[in-house]
């Protein structure tokens, strides 16, 4: 199980080469699939090389997003889009709540920007933020939305707005969003097409293992990284404890990459680091994630869109027996 979407889209070439080097891209029923970023536009031959996802496990598949936000007892496109399905589940009185909400805003502007509230009120309209992103944001993050920078929600949400949702919506309704996989002139909130491995995220990491393993590099697990050993301004090895045995051992190398949380990795250095960057490290808020998964017979409300009821059918179709159940696309 796979926590989140986890898209597979880069605005980097170099991340988008490395990628399809360790999951080649599927076939493509038009021979290739346009991958444009960065003011170019390539064609990546698929036919010939491309692998079929039905007959072979290690390939990159090409997918539509799709994601849902559960409210009203019903399922909403994410992002929001001002589509006539959101408009009918919202219904008339909300919509135009929502609408005049949005038109104050954007004459009357929250000055100065200075919240992540402010941020989203300013370019969603007061009532848009109460329904939508209030709640998800504050359930995700654990704080406040007085309590975020506004910087933080550019950085985030960056171009999205209901000016963007709306030209973008025009867009696809005129077929002008183009059927590219990199999307390079597309806001990363609406990104629509993306890579994604045949059997999630992790089978990129495992490929990447296997590979290492199969060029003579060792990969060692169980391990707890107890000091860093610094020589001046680079870092020169690593003492790791074996949590198997307790024994430590010390790892020399050129290159050295951490995944471990901040203020671990500050403490760890055989040099105390100044002053303010520790009171900085040990400020730092970390935030527990537990998912729990139900298993169910039936739900009492499903995505009634077309897509979605296609797929309930086919299932229905190959499993007579089977009670369709709800299904919401993470990767908010």
Request: proline share 5%.
């Amino acid at each position: 199980m796979d926590l989140g979407g986890h898209r597979f889209f880069s605005k980097s070439d170099r991340v988008m080469e490395w990628w399809l080097q360790m999951l080649p891209m599927q076939a493509s029923a038009n021979g290739v699939e346009a991958i444009q970023y960065q003011g170019k536009q390539r064609a990546v031959a698929s036919p010939a090389s491309g692998p079929d996802p039905a007959a072979t496990d290690r390939v990159m598949l090409v997918r539509r997003r799709k994601s849902r936000i559960y409210y009203l007892r019903r399922f909403f496109e994410y992002p929001i889009t001002l589509s006539k399905d959101t408009l009918l589940k919202l219904g008339l009185w909300r919509t135009f709540r929502i609408g005049v909400s949005y038109v104050k805003s954007a004459l009357f502007p929250l000055k100065p920007e200075e919240t992540l509230e402010q941020f989203f009120i300013n370019r969603f309209g007061r009532e848009l933020y109460r329904t939508f992103f209030q709640s998800y944001t504050e359930k995700v993050w654990g704080v406040p939305c007085t309590r975020i920078s506004a910087e933080w929600g550019a950085q985030r949400i960056k171009g999205l707005s209901i000016v963007a949702t709306v030209r973008h919506a025009l867009k696809k309704l005129l077929g002008r969003t183009g059927g590219d996989v990199g999307q390079k002139g597309t806001e990363t909130s609406l990104i629509e097409q993306f890579l994604y491995p045949k059997f999630g995220p992790g089978q990129m990491w495992e490929e990447t293992a296997r590979r290492i393993k199969e060029m003579g590099g060792e990969i060692r697990t169980g391990y707890r990284a107890a000091r860093i050993v610094t020589d001046g301004w680079r870092v020169k090895s690593l003492d790791a404890t074996n949590s198997a045995t307790g024994q430590t051992e010390n790892f020399e190398g050129d290159y050295f990459f951490s995944t471990a949380p901040v203020q671990e990795l500050i403490r760890a250095f055989d040099v105390a680091p100044p002053h303010n960057v520790l009171e900085v490290s040990d400020g730092l808020v970390y935030r527990d994630f537990v998912t729990v998964g139900l298993l169910i017979r039936s739900l009492k409300f499903y995505d009634q869109t077309p897509q979605r009821q296609k797929a309930d059918q086919r299932q229905l179709d190959l499993h007579p027996g089977t009670r369709r159940v709800a299904g919401a696309a993470s990767g908010v």
